[in-house]
Each structure stands twice: as structure tokens, then as C-alpha cells.
């Protein structure tokens, strides 16, 4: 008999996680809308232009960030680092829940995309590894930039540092329209859910 190293756990046990931190009071993980803006109206805009820079992604293909993979859609954006095993794994199971709740609409109007942290690590391979354990599907991306377009496109999102660990939280954004809903905290599926048809509303009622 070998020995195996064992599986790092996958979405049904991360969202089981999920459950457990929906209880904790606020920053001790609780999910919110930043500061309340989008419910009062409010809603932030881009911090800067994002970078129509190529992105290389888990099917080895190099597509445009806002032309292609963006393209002019609603998307829910986590950041990634595929060697983490805190919070950037908890983020991605409610994003493979967010998934399942958006089903056949995503690819559309809809999209989900992980953006990767650490550009010399993120390899398609080790991107595509990192997706199947969370059961991705067609109109979930999972992308790597290089480290300037990828700064500049952290900067414009409001999100982490390029290569860090952060602060757990989920970006949606309007690409056609150019503003932001920040999830704060480790978020819930339906948390999600909700800021992309917050978002989607936005653009019928604009």
C-alpha cells in the first residue's frame, strides 16, 4: 500500500464551511454590500480603465481581458491564488454555488471569472486543476495575466494586491456600464446571486 497525499476538499465541503461563517457577526466573516452604497444608489464606477491586455486561461487559450472575456457582460470576479487553501477555496465554493443558482443564464448576459493572483504560478494546467475541484462549467473563467496589466486591473476592480493573501471578498461588475458591487466577508451563494441581479436591474432600469 502507498501512501497519497490527501485531497485538498472540494466545493460541497468549503460550502458546508460556508454555512458555519454565515453566522459569525460582521467582520468575523459576515457577507454585506460595501457600505451600503449599492442599496442607497450609489454604486462605485471603475477605479481607471481596465487593460484590454491578453489573458492566458485553464484551456491554454490567450483571449482579450475586457474585448473577450469580459465582453461587455455582468461577470462575479473572485481573486485566486491556486496554492491557497483558506480563504480563496471557501470564495470559489460559493462561486461554483452561484453557479448552480444562475444555471442556464450564465454565458449570456452573465458571466463568472477567477482572476489569478500569481502570474508565474497560474499555469493553464494549474488554473484547470484548480477549476475542477470546484466543478466549472461554461461561462466560468479562470485567467492569468501578466503581473503589469494585472496590477493595473486590481487597481480599476478595487481588489488585492497582486501575489498577497487578502481579505476574502467578490467583485461584480457591469463591464458595459463600468461599475462595481464589492461582496465583502466570505460571501454565501446568494450573496452573489444578488449583486449580479442588483447589477442586471441597474442596466434594464438605465
Known amino acids: 500500500m502507498t501512501d497519497s497525499l490527501p485531497r485538498p ?6 460550502l458546508g464551511l460556508l454555512g458555519l461563517c ?45 474585448s473577450q472575456v469580459l465582453a461587455g457582460r455582468v461577470v462575479a470576479i473572485d481573486f485566486v491564488l491556486t496554492d491557497c487553501s483558506g480563504f480563496c477555496t471557501a470564495i470559489s465554493a460559493a462561486m461554483a454555488g452561484a453557479q448552480d443558482l444562475l444555471g ?4 449570456g448576459e452573465v458571466g463568472l471569472l477567477s482572476l489569478a493572483l500569481d502570474p508565474l504560478r497560474a499555469t493553464p494546467e494549474e488554473l484547470a486543476h484548480y477549476a475542477e475541484r470546484f466543478e466549472a462549467g461554461p461561462g466560468w473563467d479562470f485567467v492569468a495575466l501578466g503581473f503589469q496589466p494585472l496590477e493595473q486591473a486590481l487597481r480599476a476592480l478595487g481588489g488585492p494586491e497582486a501575489g498577497s493573501e487578502h ?40
Open 22 to 66: 454565515a453566522g459569525l457577526p460582521a467582520g468575523s466573516g459576515a457577507t454585506g454590500l460595501e457600505a451600503g452604497a449599492a442599496e442607497a444608489g450609489r454604486v462605485p464606477r471603475l477605479r481607471g480603465s481596465l487593460p484590454d491586455a491578453l489573458a492566458l486561461d485553464a484551456q491554454g487559450r490567450r483571449r482579450r481581458l475586457v
Open 9 to 14: 476538499p472540494g466545493r460541497r465541503a468549503l
Open 104 to 107: 442556464h443564464r450564465l454565458g
Open 167 to 206: 481579505a476574502p471578498m467578490v467583485v461584480v461588475l457591469d463591464a458595459r456600464r463600468g461599475t462595481l458591487r464589492r461582496v465583502l466577508g466570505l460571501p454565501t451563494p446568494e450573496a452573489i446571486l444578488g449583486a449580479v441581479e442588483a447589477a442586471l436591474a441597474a442596466r434594464r432600469t438605465a
